[in-house]
């Protein structure tokens, strides 16, 4: 009588945020949100002695808005990273899955050494997310290449890793999408403060060179623009490298997991199986 196997269920996919692939649409609605945001509430005249923004300022944002236009790419930027950073966190949180990394690791480890293949795909199917994935499809390569007799063994186990290997391409873009927009905001930032801090300096060296004397009002508008370009781009670089930190930590322990468990699956192979 003819028995058929029951193929194996692939790891539960995760329906939670998978992250924002047009990333450029997030850069956009910044940019209207940080210039409505330069013009109408730093812009107020209320912030200005005698309302109007020709004027001293009266306060502090009236004193960020004669930093001048740059001021909203700068604000455009800082606004792209916090989103950004947002939207990394949900994004990977949910490809991390349900469980504490560091627990699901230890014990999908020991049901594997302990061939209990049963448990460790129970594991995967609560635990979800990318990590969960990548194991799974290790799981099946091995209970594939155990009922293969045409292969042999070191053929088997690179078969196991190349699956791992594979799944793991595949789970990667999920993790690392966006940042590579977050790193470029860290050198942008910086260069975009020094271009308004330049623009700054060009206006104060104008108002000191206009009629052989020396403009009080243009020149301290000049400095300031200098010093606010300055600071806000100083401060979007900072934010910047924080959040492109904090996620590359968090990506490198997810694929540092997922090479122990790979690691784990063929060196099990490997002892329970001898060379015919």
């Known amino acids: 009588m003819a028995t058929t196997t029951k193929a194996a269920a692939p790891a539960k996919k995760s329906k939670g945020f998978g992250g924002i692939k047009a990333a450029w649409i997030i850069l956009v609605i910044c940019c209207v949100i940080a210039y409505c945001f330069y013009f109408f509430v730093l812009g107020d005249p209320a912030n200005f002695q005698g309302g109007d923004r020709e004027g001293h300022p009266a306060n502090l944002m009236g004193t960020v808005y004669k930093g001048g236009f740059v001021v909203g790419v700068i604000l455009t930027l800082l606004l792209t990273v916090i989103v950004l950073g947002v939207e990394r966190y949900f994004a990977i949180k949910n490809a991390s899955g349900k469980i504490n990394l560091a627990k699901f690791t230890s014990q999908v480890k020991e049901a594997i050494k302990a061939q209990k293949f049963d448990e460790a795909k129970a594991l995967c199917n609560k635990m979800q997310g990318s990590v969960a994935n990548v194991v799974m499809?290790?799981?099946?390569?091995?209970?594939?290449?155990?009922?293969?007799?045409?292969?042999?063994?070191?053929?088997?186990?690179?078969?196991?890793?190349?699956?791992?290997?594979?799944?793991?391409?595949?789970?990667?873009?999920?993790?690392?999408?966006?940042?590579?927009?977050?790193?470029?905001?860290?050198?942008?930032?910086?260069?975009?403060?020094?271009?308004?801090?330049?623009?700054?300096?060009?206006?104060?060296?104008?108002?000191?060179?206009?009629?052989?004397?020396?403009?009080?009002?243009?020149?301290?508008?000049?400095?300031?623009?200098?010093?606010?370009?300055?600071?806000?781009?100083?401060?979007?670089?900072?934010v910047a490298t924080v959040v492109y930190n904090f996620f590359s930590n968090k990506i490198d322990k997810l694929t540092f997991a997922l090479d122990e468990v790979g690691y784990t699956i063929a060196a099990t192979y490997d002892s329970n199986h001898h060379e015919a």
């Open 137 to 238: 499809a290790s799981i099946n390569m091995y209970e594939t290449v155990e009922k293969d007799d045409t292969l042999k063994k070191q053929q088997k186990i690179s078969k196991i890793q190349q699956a791992h290997e594979e799944a793991t391409q595949l789970e990667m873009p999920t993790l690392t999408m966006n940042l590579p927009m977050i790193a470029t905001i860290v050198s942008l930032g910086t260069l975009t403060a020094l271009f308004g801090t330049v623009l700054g300096m060009i206006g104060s060296f104008q108002a000191l060179s206009a009629g052989g004397g020396a403009d009080s009002m243009a020149l301290s508008a000049g400095i300031s623009e200098a010093l606010v370009n300055t600071a806000s781009g100083i401060l979007t670089s900072w």
